[in-house]
């Protein structure tokens, strides 16, 4: 079992570029959570999914979409980049919501 | 606002020697408190999870206690191994209708030297 992959590892983006971050679990888990992690600061959530067709809104949402249209699935995405959304973003997934998160690697993204 | 506060923010030990990490929180009510660890350039993974009615808990060379009174968590590691070096952070989950709103500390970055 793979767990839970990224795509991509590293992005560079200029202000005002879209793109997409990918989340995918082999587990069959129906919970799927996206965060940030930015330097000294506890990990924060941005959107979270309790089902595949469902999203809802975490601790810091805006500037952020969510879409999961299949269960193993999450997808992040960032419409017009700014500089403050430079982090580190981190999925994770679970079988229910009081159940251990297991997280990806992560995907370092840099906004210039 | 729920909290988690970690001390210390890093710590350096040599091989062999124990160390204990601090977490208090603010979270209430209170479901669960989780310690994970989390190498360098890769996502956390979890080490224990404790619940409410329970003090100690070991998993290996670590232990973690819980005093729910008070609010505070600890993290011993004892024995420690240059693969210690990592950061530790405390989470804890709310027991209300925000369970899936974790409250994250912000680690303490630990270094093991030989």
């Known amino acids: 079992n793979a767990g839970v992959t990224q795509t991509p590892k590293f992005r560079v983006l200029k202000t005002g570029q879209s793109m997409t971050l990918l989340c995918a679990q082999d587990?069959?888990?129906?919970?799927m959570y996206w965060y940030r992690q930015d330097p000294g600061m506890g990990l924060r959530l941005i959107h979270y999914?309790?089902?595949?067709?469902?999203?809802a809104k975490g601790e810091v949402p805006d500037g952020y979409n969510v879409s999961r249209l299949k269960k193993q699935n999450f997808l992040l995405g960032l419409e017009s980049a700014a500089p403050s959304q430079t982090s580190v973003y981190f999925c994770?997934?679970?079988?229910?919501?009081?159940?251990?998160?297991?997280f990806g690697p992560g995907t370092r993204l840099t906004v210039l | 606002k729920n909290q988690v506060e970690q001390s210390p923010q890093s710590l350096i030990i040599l091989e062999g020697k124990n160390c204990t990490l601090q977490?208090?929180?603010?979270?209430?009510?209170?479901?669960?408190l989780r310690w994970y660890k989390q190498d360098t350039g890769r996502g956390p993974v979890s080490l224990t999870i404790?619940?409410?009615?329970?003090n100690t808990k070991s998993n290996g060379r670590y232990t973690a206690t819980l005093d729910a009174d008070t609010k505070q968590s600890s993290l011993h590691i004892t024995a420690s191994q240059l693969s210690d070096s990592a950061s530790y952070i405390c989470?804890?989950?709310?027991?209300?209708?925000?369970?899936?709103?974790?409250?994250f500390g912000g680690g303490t970055r630990l270094m093991v030297k030989p």
């Open positions: 994770a997934s679970s079988w229910a919501g009081p159940n251990e998160q297991f």
């Open positions: 587990m069959n888990h129906e919970y």
């Open positions: 999914s309790v089902g595949e067709g469902t999203t």
């Open positions: 977490c208090n929180y603010t979270v209430s009510p209170f479901s669960n």
């Open positions: 404790m619940t409410f009615s329970e």
């Open positions: 989470v804890v989950r709310p027991g209300n209708n925000a369970g899936n709103m974790l409250t």
